[in-house]
Nanobody, 116 residues
Framework: QAQLVESGGGLVQPGGSLRLSCAAS????????MGWYRQAPGKEREAVAR????????NYADSVKGRFTISRDNVKNTVYLQMNSLKPEDTAVYYC?????????WGQGTQVTVSS
């Protein structure tokens, strides 16, 4: 049974940092493209960052470029999202996803709130 479990969300002040983690199990992690999406209240889910199987290729939404960094550890079967210089508009539920061929898996999400 494939499972993605996110952690690391919380409340942070503007300008602060958080690191999200997503622990994967039940599928071949090293063969999967991994990524993060987010969904703010009243808005559609949007792609935030993506990383390929070996971690050599990453993509980011324009809104987070230069502030967020995605990385992965294929030994620990975990993908990370380091978020720096957080802004109130980054407030959302952040979801981890995995793509293995045509199959996608999603986590339950972790809330990130940026507020003073």
């Amino acid at each position: 049974q494939a499972q993605l479990v996110e952690s690391g969300g919380g409340l942070v002040q503007p300008g602060g940092s958080l690191r999200l983690s997503c622990a994967a199990s039940g599928f071949t992690f090293s063969r999967s493209t991994m990524g993060w999406y987010r969904q703010a209240p009243g808005k559609e889910r949007e792609a935030v960052a993506r990383i390929n199987r070996v971690g050599g290729n990453t993509n980011y939404a324009d809104s987070v470029k230069g502030r967020f960094t995605i990385s992965r550890d294929n030994v620990k079967n975990t993908v990370y999202l380091q978020m720096n210089s957080l802004k109130p508009e980054d407030t959302a539920v952040y979801y981890c996803y995995a793509a293995v061929g045509w199959i996608e898996y999603w986590g339950q999400g972790t809330q990130v709130t940026v507020s003073s």
